[in-house]
Structure formats: structure tokens, C-alpha cells
């Protein structure tokens, strides 16, 4: 299913990324799935809360996501998915994201290198979890 | 019987329901319980040998059962437990595609 997100939220992730680098950034997608369309209302910046490693970890602490989850559904969304940033590499899912990730999200990733982000690509979780499924970003 | 929440991407293996009545004694029974009778949930709880996925996160009301006595965490009538997912990932290791 398509990902619409408009170019507001694309900058916002974008600066996010380069913000945040060479540590990975993350944040969530609100918005409405209309069945046909995933479509970005807002995104919300989350911190990266991973321990250590943070140039190729990222984690939004399970209270975080909670929180996010309500305050979407407070403003009549949902919570479509969220993004991150791989610096210096591709925005493509690695091994360590499909043993983390859930079925459902769609998960933005942005490849952002110290001068710029280069690329950015959405993924989906199969339901066997055995890989992602691309989903096209559309503006 | 106790209750449990299930987040946004797991309520597609509910039949869209927020919240699930189980059996059981133990938060591990109640969720063992939820694996069984919607199957297609097990392997997003459950890693292949059995242990609940290191991001699948179980509240009792607002305590992290990992807080309380884990899995072995009692639960009773009207006790509500949340599974909150945390999100995490990276680019180490392969590729996947």
C-alpha cells in the first residue's frame, strides 16, 4: 500500500536524520489509513534511547510508543508506522530490523550520510516475517 | 478471567479486537493461552524456542511484569495486561530483503 507523505513531514525527517548524525534517529508516522493509502498527517520525534551503539541502534522505550498510540487515536489517527535513519548506509531493512519489527507498521528508512540524505524508502514486515515488502512513498 | 490489550498491529490477528478475555493464572498461562487460540500471533510473541521476543513488552496495569515475577506474575479476574511494543532496529548485520 502506498505511504503518502507530504514534503513538510519528508523535510522534518530528513533534518531529523541529519540532526542526529552519525547517531540513527527515529520517530513515528501518525496519520489515516484509508485502505487504499497510508497517508502522514504529522510526524512525531522520538529519542533514541538505545544504551549504547547508538551510530546503528535505535529504541522508543515501549511507554513512549504507548504514548504515541493515544494521543494519535486522541486526534481521531493512528499510529501508521514509524522511521529511522541508517547513517552511512542504505535504506534498506537490515537482518537486525526484521527480528525486531512488528507486522503492520510501515517503517520509513532514511540512508543520510554526514553532507545529506541520500535516499529514503518504506518497508513492510511480511506476515511470516521472513522479509519486508517495499511499499511506494508517494508525495 | 484476565484481560489483555493488544497493540494496533497485532489487533489483524484478532479479528480487530483491542482487548482479548483469556484464561489463566499467570501472565505466561494468559498469553500462552492468547498464542493458542489465535495462532497466527504465536510467532510474533515467541521467538521459535519459545521465549516471549526480547521487544514484546507485558504490562499488568501499569507495572512491567519484568518488574514484577515475569511470566509467573499472578493475574486474576479483571486484572488487565498490555502488550506495548518497543520499537527497535538498525543497519548492523546482513541485509534483508
Known sequence: MPLKIGAGDVDRIHEHAREAYPEECAGALVGIDTGGVRVVVDVWLADNTHEEERRRRFLIEPLAVKRFEEQAEEKGMGLLGFYHSHPDHPAEPSEYDREHAWPGYSYVIASVSAENVEDMRSWTLRGDRSGYEEEPIVG | ?97
Request: charged content about 25%; aromatic content about 6%; some cysteine.
Open chain 2, 1 to 97: 478471567m484476565p484481560k489483555v490489550k493488544i497493540p494496533t498491529p497485532l489487533r489483524q490477528y484478532t479479528a480487530g479486537s483491542p482487548e482479548v478475555e483469556v484464561g489463566g493464572a499467570t501472565a505466561g498461562e494468559a498469553l500462552g493461552n492468547l498464542a493458542t487460540e489465535h495462532p497466527d500471533l504465536r510467532q510474533h510473541l515467541y521467538t521459535g524456542d519459545g521465549k516471549l521476543r526480547s521487544f514484546v513488552n507485558v504490562y499488568k496495569g501499569e507495572e512491567d511484569i519484568r518488574y514484577l515475577e515475569g511470566q509467573d506474575t499472578e493475574v486474576a479476574e479483571g486484572d488487565e495486561l498490555s502488550i506495548i511494543p518497543s520499537i527497535a532496529g538498525g543497519f548492523g548485520g546482513e541485509r534483508c530483503r
